[in-house]
């Protein structure tokens, strides 16, 4: 069974969203995503200040099994990226709700993470 905790919105195509304090969004691929690509052997990042709309790649996690392209939830810009992921892929298989996490992204509309699906659909669609 996967692990999905309730206090973050999820995706379709497995990332999840946590939203900090100051409004800014974490982005990161779900428990789900992690143990179906098995061992992370590469993370494929943009730079700080990119723009990206609602569902545009906006990366690439490669593994021992395959490469798949990670989805932004949100339209908004990359405040910054888990620069750790460079050197220490396998952080998104041992911790992908923490250390794993991807980019910080400041939305347009931070509101419109309320789309998102919740822990309980998420798990649903599984």
Do not use: C
């Amino acid at each position: 069974m996967s692990n999905a905790p309730d206090s973050l919105r999820y995706t379709k195509e497995h990332e999840w969203v946590r939203v900090e304090e100051d409004g800014v969004l974490v982005v990161g691929i779900t428990d789900h995503a992690q143990d179906s690509l098995g061992d992370i052997t590469f993370v494929d990042l943009p730079q700080p200040g990119n723009r990206f709309g609602n569902g545009e790649v906006f990366g690439v996690v490669e593994s021992v099994k395959a490469a798949s392209d990670l989805f932004l939830p949100v339209v908004g810009e990359v405040v910054e990226v888990n620069d750790s992921l460079d050197a220490s892929p396998e952080k998104v298989n041992t911790d992908p709700y923490g250390e794993g996490w991807m980019v910080k992204i400041k939305a347009d509309d931070p509101a419109s993470v309320d789309s998102l699906l919740s822990s309980r659909e998420y798990l649903s669609v599984l």
